[in-house]
């Protein structure tokens, strides 16, 4: 349990979850596939939109005021500028999922 699970992991599991949808794409296509995806992501967040993935996710950009901050290494204050950060939200399936986690790990308790 709590793996950490990387790009070639991910690459892999659609592979195989392909494979026994008998629509079976290869590591290289998946790869390419995957690669596309965050290019598009990225692309869609560098101009200001976002994404939404019903069900799934919503990606997109928030604005972050210019704010104080304390640097505690040389007790300073400093000035972070205003900018724009990226908001993940999670949608319906994740939080179903996350909650058949807490089912599974909980159960016993």
Known sequence: ??????????????????????QPY?????????????DVVEDAISNGNSINLNGYLTIETQYRK?????NVHENTEIIVPEH?????????KFNQAAERYTE???KGK
Do not use: C
Request: positive net charge.
């Open 66 to 70: 210019e704010r104080k901050a304390r």
């Open 1 to 22: 349990m709590n793996e950490k699970i990387i790009r070639p992991g991910v690459v892999k599991r659609i592979v195989d979850l392909t494979k026994s949808r008998n």
């Open 26 to 38: 290869t590591q290289e296509v998946v790869n390419d596939i995957l690669t596309a995806f965050f």
């Open 104 to 106: 599974k790990q909980l």
């Open 84 to 92: 724009y950060k990226v908001n993940i939200k999670v949608g319906s």
